[in-house]
């Protein structure tokens, strides 16, 4: 597979104001202004808030994973001790509920978290 090899400079004339647009959109993207306009030609637009937007989507599922793993690790938990004594105890059914309360308020710090980066 060939590799990209950038062997070809463009030159161009804009105005002070889409200059300054460019400048500020390579700012709040971390990305160089040769960047910017390789990612329009490829992609045919840029759009700093939903490239931001594509940056999170692996930090939302890996949060969002987390406590359904937790749910997942209390469901064996219950499952073996139905399994093993026939009936779950008062005291194991408290602490799957006090851990599932728990999970639930991560999952709505987390779900206030993306609100919060989606009207910012």
């Known amino acids: 597979m060939p590799k990209n090899i950038k062997d070809k400079v463009l030159s161009?004339?804009?105005t002070s104001q889409q200059y300054d647009k460019l400048s500020k959109i390579a700012l709040e993207l971390d990305m160089s202004r040769s960047e910017i306009i390789s990612?329009?030609?490829?992609?045919g637009t840029?759009?700093?808030e939903s490239i931001k937007k594509k940056e999170l989507?692996?930090?939302?599922?890996?949060?969002f994973a987390r406590?359904?793993?937790n749910i997942n690790q209390i469901a064996k938990r219950l499952n073996i001790?139905?399994?093993?004594?026939g009936n779950i105890d008062l005291k194991t059914i408290?602490?799957?509920q006090?851990?599932?309360?728990?999970?639930?308020?991560v999952l709505t710090e987390i779900l206030s978290l993306i609100r919060s980066n989606y009207d910012s």
């Open 39 to 43: 990612y329009l030609i490829d992609n």
């Open 98 to 105: 006090e851990e599932l309360y728990k999970v639930q308020s």
């Open 67 to 69: 406590p359904f793993s």
């Open 81 to 85: 001790a139905y399994k093993t004594s």
């Open 57 to 63: 989507y692996p930090t939302i599922i890996t949060y």
């Open 46 to 48: 840029v759009n700093s």
């Open 94 to 96: 408290l602490q799957t």
């Open 12 to 14: 161009t004339r804009i």
